[in-house]
């Protein structure tokens, strides 16, 4: 099964609104990545967290990590609707990256 | 700097024939990954390499080999294909370093099995 399970699936939201996606796991990680995939295309890294950070951000977006809930989160601020994609979790231990299902994010203009 | 590559784009096969997906990268990637991406199940790991020389099972290795005999190529087999294997196939590699793990992705191969 999957280390990684996002919530919620599908997300519908307008410009300008914030996004939030939750990503939970199972197993320890060495780290925790969050990936978009535009439809039709590879998938592009966003951002790493490290199993010893708790918060991280990166223009627009902003990751937080909870180790003890095995838990972690994916906030898109301001959205645009170039923001419309899949965004995946992932989880890293000793060479293994594995994926959540993803969420689906719609921004409508 | 092409980053990964991954040959053929598209493909349609019948059932039991056999085919090679082949991916390069040329970033010196100590990891490499094979994935597949099916509607609804996100993608799942097939094969990984964490170095010339090896490679391990991942969630679902089933029905596909993988080598890697030179560091820069990971190759993907299906020996005997079958409808159930009618999937996206997605390429990665990574660097090894903690907290250095971000993988980049190849474009991804459609195959089709009938």
């Known amino acids: 099964s999957q280390q990684g399970e996002e919530d919620p699936q599908a997300l519908s939201i307008q410009e300008g609104e914030n996004a939030t996606m939750n990503c939970s796991y199972k197993?320890?990680?060495?780290?925790l990545q969050w990936y978009r995939q535009n439809s039709g295309r590879g998938l592009v890294h966003l951002i790493l967290i490290r199993s010893n950070e708790r918060e991280k951000h990166s223009g627009r977006l902003r990751v937080t990590l909870d180790t003890s809930k095995k838990s972690s989160s994916l906030l898109i601020t301001a959205s645009r609707a170039a923001d419309t994609a899949s965004y995946f979790c992932a989880t890293h231990n000793t060479g293994k990256l594995i994926f959540g299902q993803g969420t689906t994010l719609q921004v409508k203009p | 700097n092409a980053g990964v590559t991954q040959t053929p784009k598209f493909r349609v096969l019948k059932t039991g024939q056999s085919m090679t997906l082949l991916c390069a990268q040329d970033m010196n990637h100590e990891y490499m990954y094979w994935y597949r991406q099916d509607p609804g199940m996100g993608l799942r790991l097939i094969h990984y390499?964490?170095?010339?020389?090896?490679?391990a099972k991942g969630e679902v290795p089933d029905g596909y080999n993988v080598s890697r005999l030179k560091k820069q190529n990971f190759l993907l087999g299906l020996e005997s294909a079958a409808p159930s294997q009618t999937s996206v196939y997605f390429c990665?590699?990574?660097?090894?370093?903690?907290?250095?793990?971000?993988?980049?992705f190849g474009q991804g191969t459609r195959l089709t099995v009938v």
């Open positions: 197993t320890s990680i060495n780290n």
């Open positions: 390499s964490v170095g010339e020389g090896t490679t």
């Open positions: 990665a590699s990574s660097l090894t370093l903690v907290g250095r793990t971000e993988a980049f």
